[in-house]
């Protein structure tokens, strides 16, 4: 069946490093590939998404590429803020299907 | 545009008590309706998803249900709680035309932490 697994945290950074999270999956077919973002006390929400092999997604800073060679999907990003202190979410969709299947999460916290 | 509401914000329950959360979309018609549960430093699980009204899928059999007695209202409930359904419980939602060609991604709502005591 189809999995993602992604870096286990948390990942602590000071700010304006450099931040990758790294993400690879296992799908039959050729996947959409999405990084989820939730901040404490709150809701998940879509930061960025690739739907299609060698496609960029890009927000907000961050960028993650679709490598179909190496089914990996890492998010990077060039200078962190205090801001970005959050829980990153890398998560896949089959073609066709109605049920999005997510990593467990990678919590990144922010020094100033 | 489309929000989603999801209350109440915070629940404390006894061991035992029964449960209602309630989820509903506005701006939108027949969404595909998703119920998660995310545990303390974990990450999601997903417990149920409709397509329709009165169509809902299990995905974990547990003591929770769910049901969808209108297009865009979802209610997760428990006749007699346990101590590990402490958590905090997220609704989302797809466009209705999900499962088709084009992949959408899902809008979450605020969610519900529920403490079991």
């Known amino acids: 069946g189809n999995s993602v697994t992604q870096m286990e945290g948390p990942v602590t950074l000071s700010e304006e490093a450099f931040l990758t999270i790294n993400c690879t999956y296992t799908?039959?077919?050729?996947?959409?590939l999405f990084w989820y973002v939730q901040y404490p006390g709150e809701g998940l929400q879509l930061l960025l998404k690739?739907?299609?092999?060698?496609d960029k997604g890009s927000n907000k800073g961050f960028e993650a590429t679709y490598r179909k060679e190496t089914t990996s999907f890492h998010l990077e990003k060039g200078s962190v803020q205090v801001s970005d202190s959050a829980v990153y979410f890398c998560a896949l969709l089959g073609p066709g299907g109605f049920k999005t299947i997510f990593g467990a999460g990678t919590r990144l916290f922010v020094k100033a | 545009s489309q929000t989603i509401h999801q209350w109440p914000a915070t629940l404390v329950q006894p061991v035992g008590s029964p449960l209602s959360l309630e989820c509903t979309v506005e701006g939108t018609s027949n969404p595909n309706l998703y119920w998660y549960r995310q545990a303390a430093g974990r990450g999601l699980q997903l417990l149920f998803y409709?397509?329709?009204?009165?169509?809902i899928s299990s995905e974990v059999p547990q003591n929770l249900s769910a049901s969808r007695p209108q297009d865009r209202q979802f209610i997760l409930s428990s006749k007699k709680l346990l101590l590990s359904d402490s958590g905090f419980y997220l609704c989302a939602w797809v466009p209705g035309l999900a499962g088709g060609p084009v992949p959408y991604e899902q809008y979450f709502g605020p969610g519900t932490r529920l403490t079991v005591t």
């Open positions: 799908a039959t077919g050729y996947p959409s």
């Open positions: 409709s397509v329709g009204i009165g169509q």
């Open positions: 690739a739907t299609k092999a060698d």
